[in-house]
């Protein structure tokens, strides 16, 4: 009986956790990472999930990401004022389940992940790239659940196209575009983020058998076709014939 206590209270904390939006689960965490931010992904005393930043990668190239709105409800009213207990700079909502007109939560999530991919293997992230090597499960996050301002909800509306950019020393933002020109920009501060996804990275050897990233996959997605999770550890015989 104690045992079924003890898996029922662990299978509520983690429900309370995560939470689904637009069919994507996603981890309410008592830290606040940024988008394209790599870093450690783990459970806090077996419960609690925590995202350590390590390392944000350079940028020099915009990378487009999707945003969409999601109108709250009764579960994601639940999962901000469970956020809000981490972070007490997080800002009021006042949802009225009665009420036509109800907050909404804005989804921003990385979409060309071709270029993310590109940016990370060039020159300029090799430091990235040794890092992730070396401690081999490190994570970044692709995926932001946020709360923002009507006035800036707005800006999202009014514009067709959005981009993740590094302005200045590592620090990201999101452009806005319309018709091919950038309109705004967003500056998504910790207190906003609600939620995030994390994604794992796939490995692959080029003609000199150097390793590289190949993919970036949600989750606890396989990695598809010849690409790897993990870089296989070398098999070094350094016997000769002497030793023999």
């Given at each position: 009986?104690?045992?079924?206590?003890?898996?029922?209270?662990?299978?509520?904390?983690?429900?309370?956790?995560?939470?689904?939006?637009?069919?994507?689960?996603?981890?309410?965490?008592?830290?606040?990472?940024?988008l394209?931010?790599?870093?450690?992904s783990?459970?806090k005393?077996?419960?609690?999930?925590?995202?350590?930043?390590?390392?944000?990668?350079?940028?020099?190239?915009k990378?487009r990401?999707?945003?969409?709105?999601?109108?709250?409800?009764?579960?994601?009213?639940?999962?901000y004022?469970?956020?809000?207990?981490?972070?007490?700079?997080?800002?009021?909502?006042?949802?009225i389940?009665?009420?036509?007109?109800k907050p909404?939560?804005?989804?921003?999530?990385?979409?060309?992940?071709?270029?993310?991919?590109?940016?990370?293997?060039?020159?300029?992230?090799?430091?990235?790239?040794?890092?992730?090597?070396?401690?081999k499960?490190f994570k970044?996050?692709?995926?932001?659940?946020?709360?923002?301002?009507?006035?800036?909800i707005?800006?999202?509306?009014q514009?067709?196209?959005?981009?993740?950019t590094?302005?200045?020393?590592?620090?990201?933002?999101?452009?806005?575009?319309k018709?091919?020109?950038?309109?705004d920009?967003?500056?998504?501060?910790?207190?906003a983020?609600?939620?995030?996804?994390?994604?794992?990275f796939?490995?692959?050897?080029?003609?000199?058998?150097e390793?590289?990233i190949?993919?970036?996959?949600?989750?606890?997605?396989?990695?598809?076709?010849?690409?790897?999770?993990?870089?296989?550890?070398?098999?070094?015989?350094?016997?000769?014939?002497?030793?023999?």
């Open positions: 009986m104690i045992k079924r206590l003890a898996v029922l209270f662990l299978i509520v904390c983690t429900a309370c956790q995560t939470a689904k939006i637009k069919n994507d689960t996603y981890k309410v965490a008592t830290t606040s990472p940024e394209g931010s790599i870093g450690d783990r459970k005393y077996g419960i609690k999930n925590t995202f350590e930043v390590r390392t944000l990668p350079t940028l020099e190239n990378i990401v999707s945003i969409s709105m999601v109108p709250f409800n009764r579960k994601l009213d639940k999962v004022k469970s956020k809000a207990k981490y972070n007490q700079n997080h800002s009021q909502i006042s949802y389940d009665s009420l036509p007109k909404e939560l804005v989804t921003i999530k990385i979409l060309d992940i071709n270029g993310l991919v590109n940016e990370l293997n060039a020159n300029y992230n090799s430091d990235v790239v040794r890092l992730l090597k070396d401690t499960k970044i996050i692709t995926s932001l659940a946020v709360n923002l301002p009507v006035d800036e707005t800006k999202i509306r514009a067709d196209a959005y981009y993740l590094n302005t200045h020393d590592k620090k990201y933002s999101i452009n806005l575009y018709s091919g020109k950038k309109t920009l967003l500056d998504i501060s910790p207190e983020i609600v939620a995030f996804q994390t994604s794992k796939c490995w692959a050897t080029n003609q000199k058998n390793w590289y190949a993919d970036i996959i949600l989750g606890e997605n396989n990695c598809k076709g010849n690409t790897r999770s993990v870089i296989p550890k070398e098999n070094k015989n350094n016997e000769s014939l002497f030793d023999m």
